[in-house]
């Protein structure tokens, strides 16, 4: 089984793909993390951000491993656990600009496909292209989204219990640039795939979404069988 679930930034995708994952024994695959993983090769090697060619290179020659459960998921790269460096604001900054070179993309879409296909159950990914591209005939693909001001909200606070020095106002800043960069890149843009089941979450709590996900998978199932 594969769960493609997409949205933009802070509309709850990782915590809920974290809890779908548990709930169904399956593996969970945060591609965010590996594109923030790359962006920290990048800052360790001191590559420019607008060198294209050393950026793909850089993709390339990286070893990004997820290990451990949906609840205590550890990024290794290149042998070394990056698991707290890749949530800082430098790296999430470094890495929104990162995703949108189609050479890191199609390293880190192919390393994707690969995990996904050899989970033994299957998988929970979540991003912003998984059901338009990485796996477009995915079992079950969710796009949840929320206004720019839940989401900065949800991200704020996060980041304050993180102990990150940050103001809502930034965040708010950061969502709508990460957004803009998001739909308006011309490789693996962030769209709604045309089979997705799309579920605000402005107005709704964790439970409540997990709740609509977790009926769709089973009804949808039920009926199959």
Request: charged content about 25%; hydrophobic content about 40%; some cysteine.
């Amino acid at each position: 089984m594969i769960i493609a679930i997409d949205g933009p930034s802070g509309a709850g995708k990782s915590t809920l793909g974290k809890m779908l994952a548990k709930q169904l024994g399956l593996l969970y695959l945060d591609t965010g993390a590996m594109y923030r993983a790359v962006a920290v090769c990048a800052l360790q090697n001191g590559t420019s951000f607008e060198d294209v060619k050393g950026l793909t290179k850089t993709a390339e020659d990286s070893k990004i491993e997820l290990v451990g459960e949906p609840d205590s998921l550890h990024v290794v790269l290149n042998g070394a656990d990056v698991t707290v460096q890749i949530r800082t604001l430098e790296v999430a900054q470094a890495a929104s600009i990162v995703s949108t070179i189609s050479g890191v993309r199609r390293v880190m879409v192919d390393h994707q496909r690969e995990i996904g296909l050899s989970a033994p159950n299957g998988c929970v990914l979540e991003g912003r292209d998984i059901g338009s591209v990485v796996f477009p005939n995915a079992d079950f693909k969710f796009f949840l989204t929320a206004k720019p001001e839940a989401r900065a909200r949800r991200r704020f606070e996060e980041d304050k219990a993180k102990g990150l020095i940050t103001t809502y106002e930034d965040t708010l800043q950061q969502i709508n640039q990460r957004d803009q960069r998001d739909v308006s890149r011309t490789d693996s843009p962030l769209v709604i795939a045309d089979d997705a089941i799309v579920i605000d979450t402005s107005e709704l709590d964790l439970t409540e979404v997990f709740d609509q996900m977790l009926a769709a998978i089973k009804s949808r199932n039920a009926a199959a069988s």
